[in-house]
């Protein structure tokens, strides 16, 4: 049983199945079977495994809020931290709802990444005047707010 | 005014009820006010464009009536920002007011 953070060899078989579920995880283990011409319990028991050893994380769904009504701004927040708090800092931004992703970066200073999302520019300063700048360590803010999304994907991989 | 709401005013406060000094909508830059004492130093040494964002905001009023709970302040900063005051007309008119007021409160704890 391999451990999840060890890295994990996934043969040809399993490249395409997570390359076919990655366009379309709500299609059957069987339409996944037919497309790569082997039986449904294989690509069952493939499946059960790279859930077990963590190479899929999680099965969720993209959701247009727009559609539904719930109208929202993003921001990228970047947070200037000393860098003996930047670990702490990080973490309780991790904790927070509004904060849907988090990265640490070195370039001159070290740097932490998050991207925000508000209901309006009013929730979004009170939320970083609230909850971000008090924490310790942190030094200063920039926030740029997202004004037109130009392209937003993620990483398919590749067929090896 | 008695001695102990002119200490609770003048108290040291936490960090969650600092005053933080941004320039627009998500940016800290890194000044914050811990007692009113050190808000009107902190006057003197922020940006214009720092002073100018919070005044319009309302964020000063709300901070002095909110935490501090001084009434007597928060009328005479909204009396301030009526005057529409910018650059250093602010800042000198903002300081002149604050300032006073610690003095006031000092002189009675």
Do not use: C
């Not at chain 1, 670990?87 to 070195?106: G, T």
């Not at chain 1, 070290?110 to 209901?119: E, N, Q």
């Not at chain 2, 006010?33 to 214009?48: G, P, Q, W």
Request: aromatic content about 8%; hydrophobic content about 40%.
């Amino acid at each position: 049983m391999k451990l999840k953070n060890q890295e994990v060899s996934l043969d040809t078989l399993d490249w395409q199945i997570l390359q076919a579920i990655q366009k379309n995880s709500k299609q059957t283990y069987s339409e996944v079977g037919r497309q790569l011409g082997v039986a449904h319990s294989t690509v069952y028991d493939r499946i059960r495994k790279m859930e077990k050893n963590g190479v899929i994380k999680k099965w969720t769904v993209d959701i247009d809020l727009e559609k539904i009504g719930i109208n929202y701004i993003t921001a990228r927040m970047t947070v200037y931290t000393d860098p003996k708090e930047s670990e702490n800092v990080a973490n309780k931004l991790s904790e927070a709802k509004e904060v849907l992703e988090v990265s640490m970066s070195l370039s001159e200073e070290l740097l932490i990444i998050a991207k925000v999302l508000a209901r309006n520019q009013d929730e979004l300063h009170s939320f970083i005047a609230k909850k971000v700048a008090p924490l310790q360590g942190v030094l200063r803010i920039r926030t740029s707010i997202v004004t037109k999304k130009i392209k937003e994907e993620r990483f398919l991989i590749e067929k090896k | 005014m008695t001695p102990s709401s002119s200490a609770r005013i003048l108290r040291t406060l936490s960090r969650k009820n600092a005053f933080y000094f941004f320039t627009s909508v998500g940016n800290y830059t890194g000044q914050r006010a811990m007692s009113l004492e050190e808000f009107a130093n902190k006057i003197r040494e922020v940006k214009i464009a720092s002073l100018e964002f919070h005044l319009y905001r309302g964020d000063f009023e709300k901070w002095t009536d909110e935490v501090l709970e001084d009434n007597i302040l928060t009328e005479r900063i909204s009396a301030v920002k009526l005057l529409e005051p910018v650059g250093n007309t602010l800042r000198d008119q903002l300081y002149f007011t604050v300032s006073k007021r610690l003095e006031e409160l000092k002189s009675t704890e």
